[in-house]
């Protein structure tokens, strides 16, 4: 009998599927619906001993251009090098592991991810529709490995549109980012969790737009952000170039460091911008927000945000790079337990044009700042 599976879109959140018994060959259909390829019948044992990665590879590889499932077993799957889908393609798994190990095989200046799309390196908009479900991303020991040119970002996707990352789990332990977006177009982040990660949980950049982060749970204790949305490839480099899109709703950010940790929401640096921003209903723990220089257009609500550490203020907008935050508003906002408020610029610091601030509440310990810090500009 052959494994029925229902055709799905990356961004259809109804997308379920069945895992039968694998047949005797490796592409199995279902009547009218789309293939599935099993990662074991091209030879992956995913038993944590063997090599998976030529089998996963080939695997990927067997899906027709029209793309279907690309299921995974139950199992630990070792890999010492990237794996490549391409558009159509959904990523199945079964309480399956993908964990890296050495001596790993990088295949690009930044080829340290676990599984990327295929043409990352266009520079265009290629690949599409590409769904990644039920997976657990491990760096087991590659973590450690030195990686000139960065890269260690578990999933990966550059110039690609129409993306579902859909409850999994990233054990990043120390490297870099569990979900990486370069370029990115209609992608959904949802119902994930990461820990361990050094740079950022969910990380997007060089112009992305319509990105959604939904119900997802990150915790390290350091890492130099949560959350990444802006224009640029590297600071400076893009001039023009507008990050577009971003709405974060019912995440839970934890950072356990004595240190907070933002969500930077920003231009890198001058001539870009950001816009069309919407933080509601998330918990951040020793965690906040930083929206400056060049964001128009943002809506922060309803959120809970508590036990900053290191004398952060809660929420921050102000002038950078020659350009100033505009049409920002700040709403319904609980604050609570944040004592060590380094200056006078507030614990919510609003240095913005015809923006506004209303119905926030702080509370907790007392702190030495003001609540609301507006700086040259006033609500209008």
């Known amino acids: 009998m052959v494994a029925c599976v229902a055709a799905a879109c990356a961004g259809c959140s ?28 091209d030879g992956a044992k995913c038993d944590g001993v063997a090599d998976d990665t030529a089998a996963i590879r080939g ?23 990237t794996i490549y889908v391409g558009s159509h393609t959904h990523v199945l798994g079964d309480g399956t592991t993908l964990m890296a190990a050495l001596p790993w095989n990088a295949d690009h200046s930044a080829g340290y991810a676990l599984m990327e799309n295929l043409h990352y390196q266009g520079g265009t908009v290629v690949d599409s529709d590409i769904s990644v479900r039920d997976m657990t991303f491990d760096y087991g020991n590659l973590a450690q490995l030195a990686t000139p040119g960065g890269g ?49 949980a969910y990380d997007f950049w060089y112009g992305p737009s319509n990105v959604t982060l939904t119900d997802n749970f990150a915790e390290t204790d350091h890492s130099a952000q949560m959350v990444n949305f802006n224009p640029e490839r590297t600071a400076g480099d893009s001039a023009g170039m507008v990050a577009q899109g971003l709405v974060m709703s019912g995440n839970t950010l934890v950072a356990t460091g004595p240190v907070a940790v933002p969500i930077q929401i920003e231009p890198l640096g001058p001539h870009t911008a950001v816009q069309d921003v919407s933080v509601t209903d998330n918990h951040l723990k020793n965690v906040y927000l930083v929206m400056r220089g060049n964001v128009r257009s ?30 920002i508003t700040i709403s319904d906002n609980v604050i609570t337990n944040v004592p060590t408020i380094a200056s006078e610029l507030g614990v919510i610091r609003l240095e913005a044009a015809h923006s506004m601030a209303s119905g926030n509440t702080i509370q907790g310990v007392p702190h030495a700042a003001p609540d609301l810090y507006r700086g040259a500009f006033v609500p209008r």
Not at 14 to 41: C, D, I, K, M
Not at 63 to 80: E, M, R
Request: with cysteine; aromatic share 8%; hydrophobic share 40%.
């Open 298 to 327: 943002a809506r922060v609500a309803s959120n809970t945000i508590s036990d900053l550490r290191g004398g952060a203020s809660a929420i921050e907008t102000y002038a950078h790079y020659g350009a100033t935050a505009n049409a």
């Open 59 to 81: 695997a990927a590889a067997a899906l027709p251009p029209s793309g279907g499932t690309l299921q995974f077993p139950k199992g630990v799957c070792l890999i010492h090098g």
């Open 14 to 41: 109804g997308y379920t599927a069945q895992r039968a018994t694998a047949p005797g060959n490796a592409v199995g259909t279902a009547g009218s619906l789309e293939p599935v390829v099993w990662v074991e019948h």
């Open 152 to 200: 260690k970002h578990a999933l990966r996707f550059d110039f690609a549109h129409d993306i579902l990352v859909d409850t999994n789990i990233f054990q990043v332990r120390g490297a870099e980012d569990a979900v990486a977006g370069l370029g990115v177009q209609n992608m959904k982040v949802q119902h994930n969790r990461s820990y361990a990660f050094r740079n950022c």
